[in-house]
């Protein structure tokens, strides 16, 4: 039981330093002259609009290009909490 309580600290611990980390892992996408960064968090750090994007279209450019930030966000993000669960022994890896 001790080692459980033990292993949720480290675990716990372990995850606050990789969300801490995902702050600095800028990603970014672009579609059609619109450029959009995401910081690991998933949270806009800046947006980028081309001065020749037609007006009109700025609102359909920007949600494919935040979709696709976020989408790649969501990819790196996953990958650093598998690290951190690998790290302590819980990646699940066929192990029972």
């Known amino acids: 039981m001790l080692q459980k309580a033990k292993d949720m600290y480290r675990l716990q611990k372990e995850a606050k330093r990789a969300k801490k980390e995902l702050k600095n892992i800028h990603i970014e996408a672009e579609h059609r002259g619109?450029?959009?960064?995401v910081d690991g968090e998933q949270k806009v750090v800046s947006i980028d609009i081309a001065p020749e994007v037609p007006r009109?279209?700025?609102p359909a450019?920007?949600?494919?290009?935040?979709?696709?930030?976020m989408g790649k966000a969501q990819i790196v993000a996953a990958e650093k909490m598998q690290g951190v669960m690998g790290e302590l022994?819980?990646?699940?890896g066929g192990q029972q």
């Open 34 to 37: 619109v450029k959009v960064v």
């Open 89 to 92: 022994g819980l990646g699940g």
């Open 56 to 58: 009109e279209q700025i």
């Open 61 to 69: 450019f920007l949600k494919d290009a935040l979709n696709r930030a």
